[in-house]
């Protein structure tokens, strides 16, 4: 594991080493999670899946679905339940 020690500017920013923004394809604009816990920060770079991933997991989805013997009807009920849920 690396470790880099970063300062914290008075706006509560930090900069992130150029080898881990190279190491890890961390571009401008990117977008990171943060986690904390007692004294640990984790940060995680959010990455939107590509067309294929998304389509393999909707495929997936799908396939789960039909051995649960889910219909469309049933996953309609769903949204609607929810909708209703959102109004109150």
Do not use: C, H
């Not at 690396?2 to 977008?31: N, T």
């Not at 999670?33 to 590509?50: C, G, Q, S, Y």
Request: charged fraction near 35%.
């Amino acid at each position: 594991m690396e470790v880099d020690i970063v300062a914290v500017s008075s706006r509560g920013q930090i900069v992130l080493p150029m080898e881990m923004r190279k190491k890890l394809s961390i571009a401008d604009g990117d977008r990171l999670a943060v986690f904390a816990t007692d004294e640990v920060i984790v940060l995680k770079p959010l990455r939107l899946p590509t067309a294929k991933e998304f389509s393999g997991w909707l495929d997936e989805a799908q396939e789960w679905a039909k051995e649960a013997g889910y219909e469309m009807d049933d996953v309609n009920d769903v949204i609607r339940s929810v909708r209703r849920r959102k109004k109150k």
